[in-house]
């Protein structure tokens, strides 16, 4: 009698030609270019000063909230520090960049006026 085999393999697939190694290669080159324009936009200055305000805005809350831990009048916790601090940093970087648009539509209104001489 011979022996019949009761678990079942699946068929072996064979494999896909290597096509990876072409999509490798492009987004390398993607990689290298999204890298030089990211470096490019910190680069510029209205980022530059963005960074800096909320990073400003994140120190002086960690502050208050050190303060106000030992003076009694806040809870203690890093939790409740870096949400306020986030939080300050995020409302800084807001409003100086609705400041910014404001100062760009003030500009923009201004060349459309005709002057009258």
Known sequence: MAKTS????????????????SKARKSRSSDSSSV???SKLLEHPLVAELISVG???????????NVKTRTGEGRKGSK???????????AAVGKRLMNEFEE??????????????
């Open 55 to 65: 990073a400003i805005a994140a120190v002086a809350a960690i502050a208050d909230h």
């Open 80 to 90: 409740q520090a870096l949400k306020a601090a986030g939080t300050a940093a995020a």
């Open 36 to 38: 030089d324009a990211l």
């Open 6 to 21: 009761t678990s079942k393999t699946a068929p072996k697939r064979k494999k896909a030609p290597a096509r990876g190694a």
């Open 104 to 117: 760009i539509q003030k500009a923009s209104k201004e060349k459309k006026k005709p002057s009258r001489e």
